[in-house]
């Protein structure tokens, strides 16, 4: 009997030891990794191997799988080596909390670590209903020569509920091949991609310091996949910030924020965008914003935006309510500075030099005369330079609802100050004009005289190179502003006209002309 016992218990034992044996080293690795948090794992390409345990620079995995089979806790890192090099994909689950995210980004001295799909996959990251996480020191890119659902990063948060605290810093995303559609199949793929459901809340997204280029179709955007409830006062996406990015070959467009409360879109260059040919991406603008409230766009450089179909530097579009647009340096856009479509309502344009807009779309401002109601806002102290041998229209179809003051209008080409919608145009008071003919302006106070500007026709780049944009000291036009906010007092609904000129200089009174104080 006990012999029985015992070949009975050896029999047991191997039928276990056998079972465990058959389990693949990767599925060992599972087992052994911890469960509490605050664990580094590391991800070499060239030395690692998957059968380590991922916890030390000396024990690095080789490949992605055992990154994409963890679930990941609070002050977890992933870290890649740099010069390392992956043909795949990461889909990270797991979330962190509040002053313990979980990190994704690079150890090691050399390149950033790329993560190629080359077109076989949609997203080459993936974060699907999880929150807490920061993406940085990465190279990301999807190349392929046929169209499809890609994305560089995705952030998808379709299930009901609140995800928070997503910061996508220092990543150089390139060559993603998206859809070059005008619709949401094309406008749902590029760079970095929000994507939230009809009862989703999405907060604190921060994406900062990333080079984003050759992009198909959009650079930056955030959407909904219902946004009947995303109305004017409700809307989910709160507290995106897109800052100091570098943003440019963008098929299509190069920044789409909808249905946001008070976004900010700063100090970001946008250059070369909506540059695929008009037959594949019919409309585009650098940066722009629709469904949103009180969007804010400043010191933002954005130049050689292409096409005439769109083709702006800024566009507060359908159903932007109090869009704000300052401080901002355009240049050499093909179809203008600013779209204001349809629904846009109060926005409030200020202190923004735009030099050489319009030569194919022939506005500065652009106000669809096929949209109803028309778009509506106060724009002062904005310098604006046609160039010679441009032709472009200050304010295109504009009605009564846009309100133009303090602005000064340079115009060394053939451009026109409006086109009027059935005989009814915006309002003008106390603007300057260089170059025009005002016979076809109802315009309170104009000011007629050359404004000696210091140099402007020359265009440099970079947005603290701008002083030839300054009034000379004889200028004629220095001390001839108006109080913007005792004209508009129903309607200026930002505290005060500005603190700062375009170049940071505190304002004293604000009795001057153009974006600078002097």
Same mark, same amino acid.
């Given at each position: ?6 070949? &009975? ?34 991800? #070499? ?36 080596? =740099? ?56 190279? $990301? ?16 948060? +379709? ?20 859809? @070059? ?28 310091? !990333? ?12 959407? +909904?996949? #219902?946004?009947?409830?995303?109305? /004017? ?7 995106? *910030? ?28 946008? @250059? ?20 949103? #409230? ?36 355009? @240049? ?12 846009? =309502? ?17 506005? $500065?401002? #652009? ?8 778009? &509506? ?23 009564? &609802?846009? /309100? ?48 000696? $500007? ?5 265009? !440099?780049?970079? $947005? ?10 004889? =200028? ?10 005792? *004209? ?21 009174? @604000? ?8």
């Amino acid at each position: 009997m006990r012999n029985s016992l015992t070949l &009975s218990y050896l029999l047991l034992f191997n039928l276990f030891v056998g079972a465990a044996c058959s389990k693949t080293a990767k599925q060992q690795i599972v087992e052994e990794l911890p469960a509490n948090g605050n664990t580094n794992y590391y991800v #070499d390409a060239l030395n690692g191997d998957d059968k380590n345990n991922g916890r030390s620079k000396n024990s690095p995995w080789k490949t992605l799988y055992n990154v994409n089979i963890r679930t990941y806790k609070p002050g977890d890192s992933i870290l890649l080596k =740099s010069g390392s090099v992956w043909e795949s994909r990461l889909v990270l689950k797991g979330s962190g909390v509040e002053n313990a995210p979980v990190v994704l980004s690079s150890y090691g001295e050399g390149a950033k670590p790329h993560i190629m799909g080359n077109g076989k996959v949609n997203q080459v990251i993936l974060l699907d209903n999880v929150d807490y996480w920061k993406i940085n020191n990465l190279e $990301i890119s999807n190349k392929t020569n046929v169209i499809g659902n890609r994305t560089g990063i995705l952030i998808q948060a +379709l299930q009901p509920g609140e995800k928070k605290h997503f910061h996508i810093t220092n990543n150089y995303i390139h060559d993603i091949m998206g859809d @070059y559609s005008f619709e949401m199949k094309g406008k749902n793929t590029g760079g970095i991609g929000i994507i939230g459901g009809p009862d989703t809340k999405i907060d604190n997204i921060l994406i900062e310091n !990333n080079e984003i280029g050759n992009i198909n179709r959009v650079g930056i955007f955030t959407n +909904l996949t #219902d946004a009947k409830k995303a109305t /004017r006062g409700n809307r989910p996406i709160t507290n995106l *910030i897109i800052r100091n990015n570098k943003i440019h070959h963008c098929a299509g467009d190069g920044v789409i924020v909808r249905y946001a409360y008070r976004p900010v879109i700063s100090h970001n260059i946008a @250059y070369e965008n909506h540059n695929a040919p008009e037959n594949l991406v019919d409309h585009g603008v650098a940066l722009w914003c629709r469904s949103t #409230d009180e969007a804010l766009f400043e010191y933002n450089e954005v130049y050689n935006t292409r096409g005439s179909m769109d083709g702006q530097a800024f566009d507060a579009d359908l159903d932007s309510y109090r869009t704000i647009v300052q401080y901002n340096y355009s @240049y050499n856009n093909e179809g203008g500075f600013m779209l204001i479509y349809g629904s846009s =309502s109060e926005a409030i344009v200020r202190y923004n030099i735009s030099v050489n807009d319009g030569k194919k779309g022939n506005h $500065i401002f #652009d106000f669809p005369v096929w949209t109803n109601p028309r778009g &509506s806002g106060i724009f002062h102290n904005n310098t604006i330079i046609l160039a010679e041998g441009s032709s472009p229209v200050i304010a295109d179809e504009a009605l009564e &609802s846009a /309100r133009f003051y303090n602005n000064i209008f340079h115009n060394a080409g053939n451009g026109k100050l409006v086109v009027k919608s059935g005989g009814r145009t915006a309002l003008f008071n106390n603007n300057a004009y260089w170059g025009y003919h005002i016979t076809d302006l109802t315009e309170a106070n104009p000011i007629i005289n050359n404004p000696l $500007i210091i140099a402007p026709l020359t265009i !440099n780049a970079g $947005i603290n190179n701008t002083s030839n944009f300054k009034l000379d000291g004889n =200028s004629p036009l220095l001390n001839k502003g108006i109080r913007v906010k005792n *004209i508009e007092q129903q309607n200026y609904w930002l505290p005060d006209e500005g603190l700062k000129d375009f170049a940071g200089k505190t304002i004293v009174n @604000y009795n001057f002309m153009g974006a600078f104080a002097d």
